[in-house]
């Protein structure tokens, strides 16, 4: 939240965006475009992401109104701003410039900097298409596909779609994201539902500690499979799962969901019922190989992440406890 704001103004502005993202309309994009430059980084930010959900309906003048974010004090209002110049496809060709120093720029965060790379070979590869008269297949129905609705489709699945299919695998993911939800019935301090009683000592033990996170964020796809990473900490590139049910089945698909992350590079944090009494010491070690360590505002032992190292996964210890009850797992092979 922006100090400078009262919270109930930020609130209304992000949830704004939101909307507008939803919305489905183009002439949503002003409002937008004003909202790019509130002083609000989360109503920056989610209007930069609603801006990239109306890719197709929208082009050069909303990749224009983003390209002063790719200079945005804030890592991910740069993020994101990123991500929408993607999903707009040959329309962010003005951009390319800026991309390519953002990837190139060793002061910049990781993952803005691999962001980055990923838009700049779609963009290309769209203004490619579009040259040349190259079309790619959907890979559901093997239909032609437009350069910009292959950039969408990257943007949002990493995989190659027509605009039907598209619309079609969208809607299959909200109603399974919707499924999700109704399970959401524990609330953490911050407001956020969670599915256990693990899941909220994590999230109030990130928000104790200042620690900005995502819960149970969108879709990532990771060799192929979706998945909904229980807890991604954006500053320092790191997911948590709480590994929290007994069924043979539920250990299955952990051990599975374990091995696509550590086989995607990806730095994982497990974290399973037994770790509950001792939760501090427990993410404070684990979090330590990728983060720097320092007192917080309550407590010396307790420590807000203000740097980010690259080294390994954190993923649990051979002899890990076994999940316990009370956790949903969240995971499912792409339509």
């Known amino acids: 939240m922006n100090p400078s704001m009262h919270r109930p103004t930020e609130r209304v502005l992000a949830a704004r965006a939101v909307e507008l993202g939803r919305s489905a309309d183009p002439a949503a994009l002003p409002e937008l475009m004003g909202l790019l430059g509130s002083p609000s980084a989360e109503a920056r930010k989610l209007a930069a992401s ?3 959900k109306l890719a197709g309906l929208i ?3 909303a990749a224009a109104a983003l390209i002063p974010r790719l200079q945005d004090t804030h890592p991910q209002v740069r993020q994101y701003a990123v991500k929408a110049l993607k999903a707009l496809g040959t329309a962010s060709a003005c951009a390319l410039p800026d991309l390519r120093d953002m990837a ?4 910049e965060k990781d993952y803005n900097r691999r962001d980055s790379a990923s838009a700049i070979a779609t963009i290309e590869e769209a203004l490619r298409m579009a040259e040349a008269h190259v079309t790619h297949a959907c890979q559901r129905c093997g239909a032609d596909v437009e350069p910009d609705e ?3 489709s990257q943007r949002m699945f990493q995989r190659t779609y027509c605009d039907k299919c598209f619309d079609e695998t969208y809607i299959q993911r909200r109603n399974f994201d919707t499924r999700v939800e109704v399970n959401k019935t524990i609330r953490a301090a911050d407001g956020t539902l969670v599915q256990s009683d693990g899941e909220r000592l994590i999230a109030e033990w990130l928000t104790a500690h200042g620690i900005a996170y995502r819960y149970d964020d969108r879709l990532r796809i990771i060799e192929g499979r979706q998945i909904r990473p229980d807890f991604y900490l954006p500053e320092f590139d790191v997911y948590i799962e709480y590994w929290g049910m007994d069924t043979l089945d539920y250990k299955i698909g952990m051990l599975i969901k374990q091995q696509m992350y550590q086989h995607a590079g990806k730095r994982l944090v497990s974290i399973y019922p037994a770790d509950k009494p001792r939760l501090d010491a427990v993410l404070s070690a684990k979090l330590s190989p990728h983060a720097r360590i320092v007192p917080g505002p309550t407590d010396s032992a307790k420590a807000p992440s203000v740097s980010v190292r690259t080294n390994g996964n954190a993923s649990a210890p051979p002899n890990a406890p076994a999940p316990g009850v009370g956790e949903v ?4 092979p792409n339509p």
């Open 50 to 52: 609603a801006i990239g």
């Open 104 to 107: 190139a720029n060793p002061s």
């Open 329 to 332: 797992g969240r995971s499912q």
């Open 150 to 152: 292959y950039a969408r």
């Open 59 to 61: 082009d050069a003048p």
